[in-house]
């Protein structure tokens, strides 16, 4: 698991990267913890999570797995990816007799942190689960999503720190190729629990 000490706000990283802006809008902005920030052409990118939870296990919490597994997992956290919307505040007027428009200054820049997908984990010290790591429609239009999920993937695999991670081998918002996709990401059928995906972490 994260042996980390404070993590910075995601609103502090946003504030690094646009210096101008006078406030930035997100939902719940002490709360996120940026985990790392991923550069997307001109545009960064933004994988935060909410602070780990503490989680009272069950036995039978996840089918499919072992009560050992399951009640291993003692912490539940949230994550979600974002993307920046700077939306400026423009003053223009309005010339009657020629009918043209001038902008007369750029005020107030703020940033809107779009909110593109999510993952959730359950995991403790040897085990983890990520019962979903996905974009939003939105998202999945754009031709290099699959490539950048990977890449955020391996970044959350890596903030959850478990030795050995399972997940489904099914996902709603990714019918076609999933299975693949997650063989391309180090996961295979797990010898002992064969409705789960699983990856040993290094």
């Not at 990283?13 to 802006?21: G, K, Q």
């Not at 999570?49 to 996840?62: L, T, V």
């Not at 939306?87 to 009657?96: A, T």
């Not at 990520?130 to 939003?136: A, H, P, Q």
């Amino acid at each position: 698991m994260e042996r980390e000490h404070r993590r910075p706000k995601l609103i502090e990283a946003t504030a690094n990267d646009y210096p101008a802006a006078t406030e930035i809008l997100v939902s719940f902005p002490e709360e996120w913890e940026l985990v790392e920030r991923m550069s997307r052409g001109n545009m960064p990118l933004y994988i935060a999570a909410m602070r780990p939870e503490e989680e009272r296990p069950r036995r039978n919490q996840f089918y499919g797995l072992s009560p050992e597994i399951n009640l291993t997992l003692t912490t539940y956290r949230l994550y979600k990816f974002f993307r920046p919307w700077p939306m400026p505040s423009i003053v223009v007027s309005w010339n009657v007799a020629t009918e043209r428009r001038r902008v007369e200054r750029v005020g107030d820049l703020k940033i809107q942190l779009q909110p593109i997908g999510q993952a959730q984990a359950w995991f403790g010290e040897t085990y983890g689960v990520l019962w979903e790591c996905y974009f939003d429609e939105t998202r999945r239009r754009e031709p290099d999503w699959q490539e950048e999920l990977a890449a955020i993937w391996r970044i959350v695999e890596k903030s959850v720190g478990a030795v050995k991670l399972f997940t489904q081998p099914r996902e709603p918002t990714f019918e076609e190729g999933y299975t693949e996709f997650l063989t391309r990401l180090g996961y295979a059928t797990d010898a002992t629990c064969p409705k789960w995906w699983s990856k040993s972490m290094p």
